[in-house]
């Protein structure tokens, strides 16, 4: 599975037969899940779990279904403090590559020396 293909919401299946839902990210872009064992009948209980988003796509082996709202599950699993919401970025904005900064730009929009 690729790390692109991880979204908020979603459950995942690892090669072990558990699930695992995803409730976000953290500030340092870790993936925030709750999972459950193999009882398909028990509901997600165990405490949030933090992982980077390349060990989560190695274990994931295929998305199963879609959680509308997470906010329950952020609140049981006691991951408020944890889970960083997504912000819509401002159309027209861009993200710089991997390892590049922005210089700094003045108020008049020329770049600073």
């Given at each position: 599975m690729s790390e692109s293909d991880i979204q908020t919401g979603w459950i995942y299946r690892t090669s072990n037969h558990q699930e695992r839902l995803v409730l976000g990210r953290d500030r340092?872009?870790?993936?925030?899940?709750?999972?459950?064992?193999?009882?398909?009948?028990?509901?997600?209980?165990?405490?949030?779990?933090?992982i980077t988003p390349r060990r989560f796509?190695?274990?994931?082996?295929?998305r199963l279904r879609q959680?509308?709202?997470?906010?329950p599950y952020i609140i049981a699993n006691k991951a408020s403090t944890v889970?960083?919401?997504?912000?819509?970025?401002?159309?027209?904005?861009?993200?710089?590559?991997?390892?590049?900064?922005?210089a700094p730009v003045a108020r008049n929009?020329?770049?600073?020396?």
């Amino acid at each position: 599975m690729s790390e692109s293909d991880i979204q908020t919401g979603w459950i995942y299946r690892t090669s072990n037969h558990q699930e695992r839902l995803v409730l976000g990210r953290d500030r340092d872009g870790r993936i925030v899940y709750v999972s459950k064992g193999r009882n398909d009948a028990a509901p997600f209980r165990n405490c949030h779990v933090r992982i980077t988003p390349r060990r989560f796509a190695q274990r994931a082996i295929g998305r199963l279904r879609q959680v509308e709202d997470v906010r329950p599950y952020i609140i049981a699993n006691k991951a408020s403090t944890v889970v960083v919401r997504e912000s819509p970025r401002p159309a027209g904005t861009a993200t710089l590559p991997e390892g590049e900064v922005a210089a700094p730009v003045a108020r008049n929009g020329v770049p600073e020396a």
